[in-house]
């Protein structure tokens, strides 16, 4: 009972840890874009709460917290309640297997930690591919259980967009996990480990550029983000599913969009960019004799790679239109889906032929 | 090279700049330098305000000779000037001096102001000005029913320097107001 409640105390602690960091990333990505976008069209973006706006977000979460709370006349009250949180749950139970640094374990009384990822289960990346898909539930219910045409229109667009997208998502994980022979995210980080050239984005023999590509492309689609925004796009729907959404649910939907846009930046770094692991062997903390604090410059990197792909998502947005509905589902099906699978077939001979 | 599609030849230059989303990679260049050289065009409005331009039509304002006196005569030349009907006159003689009028009532319904300056320029007696306001947000747009004390008021705050009377400034300028013999000249 006494390692029991040690595990749960251990678990819980991580756990509000990673929840907080979370939290705390989201709240500085909805400052970020509006700043980055601005910053990006010649404009200042928010200025006015706090000094050059950085308190916006705080505003922001108060406004939607004391914002009335509307259920349309004749939504599905239930599925109407559930489809905020069938959203955000998703969105965050991913991190759950995200390895954040060096995979040290720790001797606690006896229980053996890892201290940097939750919990280091050998399915991890089928885990998240698993609960990412569970989201779309929560849109297609949302928009659903609305009542609204608009409403209806973005919940349909996006549970075509996300099946036709998630397969290509998946298909170019496999290469990596072909290199790899694990699905553990702990695992496939600690296999790219030295120069920058042994990440996975360009080791031998099958370096996974075109994986790379179509795993950016489709997670973009898959988070809803401009310019494979359809589901929500707000020229011709309104808002999509959440149009009839207020005040705590509308804030609920907005946090796990941007919680999934930091989960597929962190699954993209971890499996195509060496995760932890700087751009060269070992670490400088190491070299300086600060052997222990090593895990700083490891999550600095996670960090830099993380925010790295985030920037691309506002890059994005600041740059591209919005694809017309067949453009999106011809590119993903006729183009991103024989790369992939082309992509899986290259790696498996090379590696078989040329793999240690 | 040079097998053909249905609609347009096979280019591979072009093909080549399809595959590696060339012209992507141009548009983020672009909004990469626009993040790199940040220059904002935008104004803090509330904070800082642009500069007007010196023939800026803002709000309307009744005037007033240096002595105090209304400039306004009561001709109605606003009234009928005026293309979305903003003016109403009451006109009527001033006490005592049957050869003067004045503007008894003036009312001008703001709502519907366009700020042409149409009235500005039929006034005879340089009565109406326009002023460099443009704050006139309400929360109730009755408080923009504006009557003559309102709009002398708004005159008397932005034209702090006021012109003589007219038969003191030319005697050949004045055509309304101008002094009789048979009447009594005001105090100085």
């Given at each position: 009972m006494t390692e029991f409640g040690l595990r749960l105390a251990i678990s819980l602690t991580q756990i509000a840890a990673v929840m907080g960091i979370v939290v705390v990333t989201v709240l500085i990505l909805t400052l970020a874009e509006r700043k980055v976008l601005g910053w990006m069209q010649d404009r200042m973006g928010p200025m006015e709460v706090g000094p050059y706006g950085i308190l916006q977000p705080f505003a922001d979460a108060i406004k939607l917290f004391f914002k009335e709370d509307i259920v349309p006349a004749g939504a599905n009250k239930l599925l109407f309640t559930a489809a905020p949180i069938l959203c955000l749950i998703p969105a965050f139970i991913g991190f759950a297997v995200i390895p954040w640094g060096p995979s040290w374990t720790i001797n606690v009384n006896g229980v053996i930690v890892k201290p940097f990822v939750i919990s280091d289960i050998n399915i991890g990346i089928l885990y998240i591919l698993a609960f990412a898909s569970l989201g779309a539930y929560g849109i297609i219910l949302g928009g659903w259980a609305s009542n609204s045409k608009y409403s209806l229109l973005g919940g349909l667009r996006s549970a075509a967009q996300i099946i036709s997208y998630e397969l290509n998502v998946g298909l170019s994980i496999v290469g990596v996990l072909i290199l790899t022979g694990s699905l553990s995210l702990v695992k496939i980080t600690d296999a790219q480990e030295g120069w920058f050239w042994d990440w996975f984005l360009f080791k031998m023999p099958a370096p996974q550029i075109l994986a790379f590509?179509?795993?950016?492309?489709?997670?973009?689609?898959?988070?809803?983000?401009?310019?494979?925004?359809?589901?929500?796009?707000?020229?011709?729907?309104?808002?999509?599913?959440?149009?009839?959404?207020?005040?705590?649910?509308?804030?609920?939907?907005?946090?796990?969009?941007?919680?999934?846009?930091?989960?597929?930046?962190?699954?993209?770094?971890?499996?195509?960019?060496?995760?932890?692991?700087?751009?060269?062997?070992?670490?400088?903390?190491?070299?300086?004799?600060?052997?222990?604090?090593?895990?700083?410059?490891?999550?600095?990197?996670?960090?830099?790679?993380?925010?790295?792909f985030l920037f691309l998502f506002f890059w994005l947005r600041a740059t591209l239109p919005r694809l017309r509905y067949d453009q999106l589902m011809r590119f993903g099906w006729k183009v991103l889906l024989p790369i992939a699978l082309g992509n899986i077939v290259v790696t498996a001979l090379a590696v078989f032929f040329f793999g240690t | 090279m040079s097998s053909t599609t249905t609609s347009k030849r096979f280019n591979l230059f072009e093909w080549i700049k399809t595959i590696t989303f060339y012209e992507i990679l141009v548009g983020m260049k672009a909004t990469l330098s626009h993040l790199l050289n940040y220059r904002p065009v935008t104004l803090q409005y509330p904070h800082e305000k642009r500069t007007l331009p010196d023939n800026y039509r803002g709000m309307l304002a009744l005037l007033r000779y240096d002595d105090g006196t209304e400039k306004c005569v009561g001709c109605d030349l606003c009234e009928a000037a005026c293309p979305s009907r903003v003016i109403r006159v009451v006109s009527a003689e001033v006490p005592n001096e049957p050869?003067?009028?004045?503007?008894?009532?003036?009312?001008?319904?703001?709502?519907?102001?366009?700020?042409?300056?149409?009235?500005?320029?039929?006034?005879?007696?340089?009565?109406?000005?326009?002023?460099?306001?443009?704050?006139?947000?309400?929360?109730?747009?009755?408080?923009?029913?504006?009557?003559?004390?309102?709009?002398?008021?708004?005159?008397?705050?932005?034209?702090?320097?006021?012109?003589?009377?007219?038969?003191?400034?030319?005697?050949?300028?004045?055509?309304?107001?101008?002094?009789?013999?048979?009447?009594?000249?005001?105090?100085?």
């Open positions: 590509v179509v795993y950016v492309i489709s997670s973009v689609a898959e988070t809803n983000r401009v310019p494979f925004d359809l589901p929500e796009a707000e020229s011709e729907l309104v808002a999509g599913f959440f149009t009839e959404y207020s005040g705590l649910r509308f804030a609920f939907f907005f946090l796990a969009e941007y919680a999934n846009m930091v989960l597929v930046s962190c699954v993209a770094a971890a499996l195509f960019l060496g995760g932890w692991h700087g751009p060269y062997p070992g670490t400088l903390m190491e070299l300086v004799g600060l052997g222990s604090w090593s895990w700083i410059e490891s999550t600095m990197w996670f960090a830099v790679k993380t925010y790295f | 050869t003067k009028r004045y503007s008894k009532e003036y009312y001008m319904d703001m709502t519907r102001c366009l700020f042409c300056g149409m009235c500005v320029d039929a006034c005879p007696v340089d009565a109406l000005g326009m002023t460099r306001e443009f704050e006139w947000a309400v929360y109730d747009k009755r408080q923009l029913h504006l009557n003559k004390q309102q709009l002398l008021a708004i005159g008397d705050r932005s034209f702090p320097i006021r012109e003589k009377r007219l038969e003191l400034q030319h005697p050949n300028v004045a055509f309304f107001n101008v002094a009789f013999k048979h009447v009594p000249p005001k105090p100085d």
